[in-house]
């Protein structure tokens, strides 16, 4: 009654860290599963109503990850990652932080000769695509919370410090030698944590 054509995603987040939480390292990663419905050409299967409208999208979303592989191949265009939300979730597979596989499937038949070829050059195309895959390292929460105490703690000493130059216990040089010196510990470190992480929307589609 319904027809279940479509792109589907899997996607699983796979986080690891040591039992014994020794190092406060944790190791991130993302798993994504596609399997990527075939284009359709109307003229063949005559489609009509809904089931056009459903094969339109199809398409759009398959042009639209075209177009980043061709950008990416050719290296002349910034890939237009946000024109689907197939190619915004595929970002780090094409030319990012991963290792990809691809597997194409065909059709033996003689009428479908053209469709085979296009997936062949597809294919061709997406291998020619490097990805720079790495490991990705974060420290947990309770390893940030402990240095930021830390560095709190030695932010507070400098204070103290200060104040008792301030108020005639100690050198007026060792003040100025002292500001000068964390003005210049600011300048070569803009930020010592960061905290905040940018929260990405991903795309409409129409």
Avoid: W
């Amino acid at each position: 009654e319904h027809s279940s054509r479509s792109h589907a995603i899997i996607r699983i987040d796979l986080e690891s860290s040591p039992a014994d939480g020794s190092d406060g390292v944790i190791l991130k990663s993302v798993l994504n599963l596609i399997d990527l419905a075939g284009s359709e050409c109307q003229k063949d299967t005559n489609a009509e109503g809904s089931r056009q409208r459903e094969a339109s999208n199809i398409n759009k979303s398959l042009l639209a990850l075209s177009n980043v592989i061709n950008a990416l191949q050719n290296g002349k265009q910034v890939p237009s990652y946000r024109d689907s939300k197939l190619t915004f979730y595929l970002q780090d597979s094409l030319g990012g932080n991963a290792q990809t596989v691809i597997i194409c499937t065909m059709s033996q038949e003689n009428n479908q000769q053209s469709t085979s070829k296009s997936t062949l050059q597809f294919a061709m195309k997406a291998m020619k695509i490097k990805n720079t895959a790495k490991v990705n390292k974060i420290k947990s929460d309770k390893v940030l919370i402990e240095e930021l105490k830390r560095e709190n703690k030695k932010l507070q000493i400098e204070v103290e410090r200060l104040k008792n130059i301030l108020n005639g216990n100690g050198d007026i040089d060792a003040f100025h030698e002292c500001n000068l010196s964390m003005s210049s510990k600011e300048n070569d470190s803009s930020a010592l944590f960061n905290l905040s992480n940018d929260i990405i929307v991903p795309p409409k589609d129409e």
